[in-house]
Every structure is written in structure tokens, then in C-alpha cells.
């Protein structure tokens, strides 16, 4: 009868290790998929940052007659009087 009860305590040991081992990996790996989601999300919120600086440039910068210039050529494509233009059609 005592073997027995030492073959039952023995099997529950070695069950609860087992529960534990698989709880820690399970853990681990839980931690490892975080990790990485949260480097996604910071460089997400550099790339955010940079578009939002971006604009606020934009909107602080003194509006003259050069900066008219970029934004018709940038934005709109257009040039002035006399400008030639050269476009390269590149393959792919």
C-alpha cells in the first residue's frame, strides 16, 4: 500500500512539473509575441511623429514667394515660364 502512495505522489510531482514547465514556455512565448508588437508600435508612432512634425513645419513656415514655388512644383506639377521639364520613364 505504501508503494502505491509513493507511485501517486510521484506522478503528481512530475504532473505539476510538467504543468509548470508548459506554463512558463506558454508564458514565454506570450511575452516574446508582446515584445515584438510593441517595437511594431514604437517605430509606428516615429513614423506618426515624423508626418506630424512634418506638418507642423509646414504650418509654422513663412509663406513667400519660394515657398509658392516648391508647393506648385511639388504638389501641383506645374513650373514656370521658360522652365524645361525632363521626366524619366524608368522599367520595371
Do not use: W
Amino acid at each position: 500500500m505504501r508503494k502505491r502512495g509513493n507511485v501517486f505522489v510521484g506522478l503528481l510531482c512530475f504532473s505539476l512539473a510538467i504543468f509548470c514547465l508548459i506554463s512558463i514556455i506558454t508564458t514565454q512565448m506570450e511575452l516574446t509575441k508582446s515584445q515584438k508588437e510593441e517595437e511594431e508600435l514604437i517605430e509606428m508612432v516615429g513614423k506618426v511623429q515624423d508626418e506630424v512634425d512634418e506638418m507642423r513645419y509646414d504650418l509654422e513656415r513663412e509663406i513667400d514667394d519660394q515657398y509658392i514655388i516648391e508647393f506648385a512644383r511639388e504638389k501641383l506639377g506645374l513650373h514656370l515660364p521658360g522652365e524645361t521639364i525632363f521626366r524619366y520613364i524608368t522599367k520595371h
